[in-house]
């Protein structure tokens, strides 16, 4: 039973010996054991919560209670059968469910469930729901595949997949690049909101990547030689990346193979080479 849409999110009582102007008048005789009200529900409440069930004395009277505990995430509750009530020789027709409002009981109207059922996959994102059970896949794969919290490796990806994105090292040396390719010959880094992206054409013919070399753990004043204005930049395989993150550290990018499905390869393929050396 709700009070409110906004109560999804909190515990659920069902209180007995208070009467609907919330007046104590206790109970005339012991709530019966967990097993008793559960064998009730279970009869009658679809899908199965799991209960609670005690009572408590508050001025000399006797307060039970039913207890619904918010991880029960199957909702909203409904009447699996029919029930009949012999006190106002009514009935409830299978298929209902009910919100509090006031004193009274309300069915709740289909805009309702639905905002209910919303509530729902957004608490608990199972994979009973395609949609979030695709969200967590690739989450996964992004976790184990697309990351490499190593200063130093080597790895072979296809850029159409996780929309190019490869995470390398960690804390204050991590950098995240977009990757592409072009043509079997040139690959392409993008400039994203937290690396900037220069290159080193035919770095071993280059001087200022000895000159780098020469100066990995202070690398300012040479990385400041370099262009790193362009949203994205074209890597051969005898060009050298250089990545600098908001940190000020950098990371050089060599690659190995470079491979354009829209250019007769069988698949797009970037395999890369990263070293991020300790600077000051």
């Avoid at 997949?161 to 993008?190: C, K, P």
Wanted: glycine fraction near 4%; aromatic fraction near 8%.
């Amino acid at each position: 039973m709700l009070n409110s849409l906004e109560a999804y999110n909190e515990n659920k009582f069902i209180v007995f010996g208070i009467n609907d102007n919330k007046e104590i008048i206790g109970l005339e005789k012991n709530m019966f054991d967990d097993a008793h009200y559960q064998n009730i529900i279970d009869e009658y409440i679809n899908p199965r919560p799991k209960i609670e069930t005690g009572q408590i004395e508050y001025n000399d009277e006797k307060i039970g209670y039913i207890a619904i505990n918010s991880n029960n995430l199957e909702t909203p509750y409904e009447l699996k059968k029919e029930l009949r009530i012999k006190k106002s020789k009514s009935s409830l027709s299978k298929g209902l469910s009910f919100i509090r409002k006031g004193s009274t009981n309300t069915p709740i109207i289909q805009e309702e469930r639905e905002k209910l059922i919303l509530k729902k996959t957004e608490k608990n994102p199972n994979n009973k729901n395609l949609f979030t059970a695709l969200n967590q896949k690739n989450h996964a794969i992004e976790e184990i595949y697309y990351k490499d919290n190593k200063k130093s490796g080597r790895k072979k990806l296809d850029p159409s997949n996780n929309n190019g994105r490869f995470t390398i090292g960690e804390l204050s040396y991590e950098f995240e690049m977009i990757l592409d390719v072009a043509s079997n010959e040139i690959a392409r880094i993008m400039k994203t909101d937290t690396i900037k992206v220069a290159r080193i054409k035919n770095y071993k013919d280059n001087d200022i990547y000895y000159e780098l070399q020469e100066n990995l753990k202070s690398p300012n004043e040479v990385v400041k030689k370099l262009d790193t204005s362009s949203r994205s930049r074209d890597f051969t395989l005898k060009d050298l990346g250089i990545l600098i993150n908001k940190h000020g550290r950098i990371a050089e990018i060599f690659f190995k193979e470079i491979k354009s499905e829209s250019h007769g390869s069988e698949e797009n393929i970037v395999e890369i080479e990263w070293n991020i050396p300790d600077t000051k």
